[in-house]
């Protein structure tokens, strides 16, 4: 969708995971200013973690990860959220336009729209897309578009009190993300990496980009996300080609025999 003359800033997250405490500001600052449901699901017994994922009706996550090593026990915190993907396959399969693309770049479902297809599901490389299960339409962040409109910072940013979660420009937020990086890999954190800052990746790139202290596996990220929409012209194409390939076969041999 191309917005012209009222197109806007490109916007997004910066999650600087080396300044999260865990204290899920951002996950009740979401809940409360979305009106998303209570989606506790208890704990796992691996962490103090009690919501565990994103889904339908949890729409920021705040990951605990607990780690072992020679110099003791560490925490790695994050808060995680949908990336409104440069290339989202989610909107690329939607039938129906309940999601779109705003002025922003961001990435919206529109629930009165939404027809409960599901087909976004499974699109998505991170997981992020869910159904709610009491009316069977899909829900995630949007960014807080609502408040975008209105000139206002997303609420988990604004509830975020150590600025783990900083939100802005996404080019203004890139460049402040690399000076990030530099100064932790000079402070000696050996595994710091931006994940989703190149705009080159399997994605295009994301509204939501992180800084990691260690593999994006250990978050319970895919290491190599991609856009899984990518390769369906070709699949198409080359789908179209053994149609004809084998249409031309048959014909050729049904000539033959009446020769």
């Known amino acids: ?10 916007m997004g997250f910066f999650t600087d995971t080396s300044l999260c405490i865990g204290c899920k500001a951002c996950e009740v600052a979401c809940k409360e200013w979305n009106q998303v449901p209570e989606s506790m699901q208890g704990f796992t017994g691996m962490s103090y973690d009690n919501t565990i994922d994103l889904g339908a009706d949890t729409w920021r ?8 090593g020679p110099e003791g026990m560490r925490w790695l915190m994050s808060s995680d959220v949908c990336k ?17 693309r705003t002025e922003f770049g961001t990435v919206v479902v529109q629930e009165d729209i939404c027809n409960g297809c599901g087909y976004c599901v499974p699109a ?4 992020v897309i869910d159904k709610r299960e009491d009316d069977g339409r899909v829900w995630k962040c949007t960014l807080c578009y609502d408040r975008l409109k209105d000139d206002k910072e997303p609420a988990c ?16 937020l890139r460049d402040r993300a690399a000076e990030r990086l530099e100064e932790l890999t000079a402070a000696g954190q050996e595994n710091a990496q931006l994940y989703l800052h190149d705009t080159g990746d399997g994605i295009g790139g994301a509204h939501a980009f992180f800084l990691l202290l260690d593999e994006p596996e250990v978050y319970g990220l895919p290491p190599d996300p991609i856009d899984t929409t990518r390769d369906l012209g070709t699949i198409w194409a080359a789908a179209g080609a053994a149609a004809l390939a084998l249409g031309a076969g048959i014909a050729a041999a049904f000539a033959g025999g009446r020769s």
């Open 1 to 10: 969708m191309s917005y012209g003359a009222d197109a806007k800033p490109q």
């Open 61 to 68: 996550h705040v990951a605990f990860v607990e780690q072992s």
């Open 84 to 100: 409104h993907c440069a290339h989202a396959a989610c909107l690329d399969v939607c039938p129906t336009g309940a999601l779109f």
């Open 124 to 127: 998505c490389p991170f997981g």
């Open 157 to 172: 940013a604004q509830a975020c009190p150590t600025n783990s979660i900083q939100f802005g420009e996404l080019g203004d």
